[in-house]
């Protein structure tokens, strides 16, 4: 089965919007937090967002805080990532995270997702 099913990416005029969905494996859905991060060609892979279950506590990078908005369907083992007013800095392949511990540093991450691609055109 396939840890992390990713789907919603594409491309987009500037201002547009997509709803990217990452439906996890009951045993991968079991853990600490699940997150986005985004990677462009000429940049690192970083943290978009995340969120901690038990906290039920959200986290954006100052990048995408205003326009992203990350959620969860835990009856259907999913997060959303909702993006709006999308510029072409947010083009960048997407990719849905799970671990147990922040979903903050690429090293830790447990489970990535095979990444999808999200084009902003000017």
């Known amino acids: 089965q396939v840890q992390l099913a990713e789907s919603g990416g594409g491309s987009v005029q500037v201002g547009g919007s997509l709803k990217l969905s990452c439906a996890a494996a009951?045993?991968?859905?079991?853990?600490?937090?699940m997150g986005w991060f985004r990677q462009s060609p000429g940049k690192e892979r970083e943290p978009a967002a995340n969120?901690?279950?038990?906290?039920?506590?959200?986290w954006y990078a100052a990048s995408v805080k205003g326009r992203f908005t990350i959620s969860q369907d835990a009856a259907k083992n999913t997060v959303y990532l909702q993006m709006d007013n999308l510029k072409p800095e947010d083009t960048a392949t997407y990719y849905c995270?799970?671990?147990?511990?922040?979903?903050?540093?690429?090293?830790?991450?447990?489970?990535w997702g095979q990444g999808t691609l999200v084009t902003v055109s000017s």
């Open positions: 995270v799970a671990d147990s511990y922040q979903c903050l540093n690429h090293r830790y991450v447990e489970v």
């Open positions: 009951p045993d991968v859905y079991n853990r600490k937090c």
């Open positions: 969120i901690h279950f038990s906290e039920g506590t959200t």
